[in-house]
């Protein structure tokens, strides 16, 4: 993300993240720390998420629970996981939006060529 001003203050980064363009704003949260092992094997922290990835819960009351996405939502920054569901008032059940700040990527999907190569470092 580009950054009018690169600040240390939070108020500063909060205030220029909530009025950056939304194009920049998916590219920026929808990004997930990645497990140890794919750290050592892929030489980078984060990743950008996408359906297919396995993730493990790390905060929160799901914590500890692995899944799959299903879905990711980059504006907000929020994935839904396989398994990771709330119980409605009126029944049923709804899945619950994760911030991708609080999971672990510990699977990587790499049907797409163009992932693999960027990860990799060949590209």
Request: proline letters at 4%; charged letters at 30%.
């Amino acid at each position: 993300m580009k950054a009018s001003t690169s600040s240390s203050k939070p108020v500063k980064v909060r205030k220029d993240l909530a009025n950056s363009p939304i194009r920049e704003k998916g590219l920026e949260l929808a990004r997930a720390m990645l497990s140890t092992d794919l750290k050592a094997k892929y030489a980078t922290n984060s990743v950008r998420v996408r359906p297919g990835d396995n993730v493990k819960l790390v905060r929160g009351e799901y914590a500890g629970v692995e899944g799959k996405i299903q879905k990711v939502f980059p504006q907000e920054g929020r994935i839904t996981v396989e398994g990771v569901t709330r119980e409605k008032i009126a029944g049923g059940t709804t899945p619950l939006r994760i911030h991708t700040s609080n999971v672990v990527v510990t699977g990587l999907n790499l049907d797409d060529k163009f992932r693999r190569k960027k990860l990799e470092g060949t590209a």
